[in-house]
């Protein structure tokens, strides 16, 4: 199966809780997993951020309260981690968005947020994150439907939600990835970011669609093939 042409500045995101170099899954949300993506070669970590009850950012996929406090990291933790490696980038998969503000903040006491990016941004939280203000690139994660994933129509319906929720292109699952889709995002200024491909088939058939960004758990085997 051979790749696509790929557009120019494609990356290789390491999903949080990515396999280091020697096939150890690291923690989801853990400062070892950041750690090891750059170690694999990622040119973006996924971390997943909510928020405490006093508006704290921590990473976290799954509900917290306060008495989590301890046991989640700081998105601060996550964010001087990141300004350590100037060429990474990072990308912020919201949970929630009620302070979503508070990100910014963050991103800027540590110098990164020219570096980072939101993803988790459904049509609903897109009105709150564009409110916020807060001038983070943010993409649409929405389920492409795949029956109507080739048909034009379907996807200038897609573009246009883009474009009217100011989102710079779609996050989206591996299922729903088209070389079409991407054909016509690209027509129209607008990126696509497939998600989660750790199989090398996985792998394989999203770069065949030329997207601008794979995220995996196995960032190493994406720069393996790519190196092919």
């Not at 396999?19 to 070892?32: C, I, P, Q, R």
């Not at 988790?120 to 983070?136: H, L, N, P």
């Not at 439907?145 to 379907?154: C, D, K, P, V």
């Not at 710079?168 to 016509?184: D, H, M, P």
Request: hydrophobic share 40%.
């Amino acid at each position: 199966m051979e790749k696509g042409i790929l557009p120019v500045g494609f990356t290789v995101t390491g999903h949080t809780g990515c396999f280091a170099k020697d096939g150890t899954k690291t923690k989801d949300n853990s400062l070892e997993s950041v750690a090891a993506a750059v170690e694999c070669g990622a040119d973006i970590v996924e971390i997943d951020v909510r928020f405490l009850s006093d508006g704290t950012p921590v990473l976290s996929h799954d509900a917290v309260s306060d008495s989590d406090a301890d046991s989640v990291v700081k998105l601060d933790a996550a964010f001087a981690a990141l300004a350590q490696h100037p060429q990474l980038r990072m990308n912020v998969d919201l949970k929630s968005v009620d302070f979503v503000g508070n990100v910014k903040t963050v991103a800027e006491q540590y110098g990164v947020l020219d570096r980072i990016f939101f993803t988790g941004v459904d049509r609903a939280w897109a009105v709150t994150v564009a409110k916020a203000d807060t001038g983070i690139p943010y993409y649409l994660n929405i389920g492409v439907n795949r029956i109507l994933a080739n048909h034009a129509q379907y996807i200038n319906r897609l573009i246009a939600l883009c474009k009217e929720l100011g989102c710079v292109g779609l996050n989206i699952n591996k299922t729903g990835a088209t070389k079409k889709l991407s054909r016509l995002l690209h027509e129209n200024g607008l990126l696509l970011s497939v998600w989660t491909c750790t199989q090398e088939n996985e792998i394989r058939r999203a770069l065949q669609c030329s997207p601008d960004n794979i995220t995996s758990r196995d960032p190493a085997l994406v720069v393996k093939i790519l190196s092919e």
